[in-house]
């Protein structure tokens, strides 16, 4: 089969689309033929290796694991002896190592569910690692209860998208923010009130929050505290990719230690796939109270042009890749000409020297 591999860090040109031999289940597992996938933030800081405390777990000079992606959707190929929960033919969707491929084979009980009917292998390879992180941001983290008012911070992005939609499932009333040209984006998603960020800042109005998903990580713990109700929550998903070593840390670390001196609470988790959270947001987009924002569909070989695209934090939703059955042999990839820039910044360029 083909997938997408990375054999070293540095910028998405590092990614190398081979052939491998195709997985076999296991008596537990169930082999996907892939239909779809999608980018995340997470393909970016793994194919950077940046910021390098990363590489404390995924290898320090070069990935010990060099498969790449993580979400996918697809048709169930064959199973084990042992399942019992898929049959050959199902059409799933759900995350794993190694999404950017033509296969790739899961655990019966891990992170896979059956795929809504409604929606197309494109929008449910939209759903897991993004529409989870905004689950359990809100529901797990925020605590959120129907009525409350919540903020979402960065509302067009992927788990923005997600996170706007799902809390008002769960009966919030919902402010997003986002720039100008995504209003009408999500105001169109079911928010109650949108903040367009160039126009107002939102930590120096009067209105006041339960609780605040923070995507962007643009404003300080102090001023978020301004904006939120008494023992509020801020969870902090996104921050500012600032500093080569820790990044995102410093910020949150911030909000940790501001969280013992106050009454307001200031969170960060790392979102855990799981199938049960899978299904739940099945059952959401089934009854059309979640649909998949797209922003743009790439293919197989285009991988690095789709992670270089994200990696410019201007994607209204999710980036996708198709993963059509005509792919060529072994060929290295390169982001497409004129349709990406580089946006790999010094850190970047510092990781690539530093994995030589």
Not at 70 to 81: H, L, N, P, Q, R
Not at 186 to 206: I, N, P, Q
Not at 306 to 323: M, T
């Amino acid at each position: 089969m083909q997938a997408v591999l990375q054999r070293c860090y540095g910028s998405p040109e590092v990614l190398t689309l081979e052939e491998i031999a195709k997985p076999t289940p296991a008596d537990n597992e169930v082999l996907v033929r892939v239909h779809a996938a999608a980018v995340n933030p997470l393909d970016w800081h793994s194919v950077a290796g940046w910021p390098y405390i990363m590489r404390l777990g995924s290898g320090v000079g070069s990935p010990n694991d060099p498969s790449t992606g993580v979400d996918f959707a697809g048709t169930v190929e064959s199973v084990g002896k042992q399942v019992t929960r898929f049959k050959p033919g199902d059409e799933v969707f759900g995350g794993r190592g190694g999404a950017f491929a033509e296969y790739v084979v899961v655990r019966e009980d891990r992170a896979i569910a059956l795929k809504p009917t409604n929606l197309t292998f494109d929008q449910a390879a939209a759903i897991p690692l993004a529409a989870v992180t905004a689950l359990q941001a809100l529901r797990n983290q925020g605590h959120i209860q129907a009525g409350q008012k919540v903020l979402i911070n960065g509302a067009s992005g992927g788990v923005g998208t997600f996170a706007v939609q799902i809390a008002k499932s769960l009966g919030a009333e919902v402010t997003g923010v986002c720039s100008t040209r995504n209003v009408d984006l999500v105001r169109s998603l079911g928010a109650d009130h949108v903040v367009d960020y160039k126009e107002e800042d939102f930590t120096t109005s009067d209105r006041r929050y339960a609780v605040i998903i923070d995507n962007v990580g643009n404003h300080s713990p102090l001023a978020l505290r301004q904006v939120l109700e008494p023992n509020g929550i801020v969870v902090i998903v996104g921050a500012p990719k600032r500093g080569p070593w820790i990044g995102m840390l410093g910020g949150v670390i911030k909000g940790m230690v501001l969280s013992r001196l106050v009454d307001e609470q200031f969170v960060f988790f790392v979102a855990h796939l799981n199938p049960d959270d899978l299904t739940f947001l099945a059952t959401l987009a089934s009854e059309g109270k979640m649909t998949p924002v797209l922003d743009r569909i790439f293919t197989l070989p285009e991988v690095p042009a789709a992670i270089e695209y994200l990696a410019g934090w201007h994607a209204r939703g999710k980036v996708v890749v198709r993963v059509p059955p005509d792919l060529t042999h072994s060929q290295n990839l390169k982001p497409t000409p004129n349709v990406v820039s580089n946006v790999f910044n010094e850190s970047s360029k510092r990781s690539m020297t530093l994995s030589r």
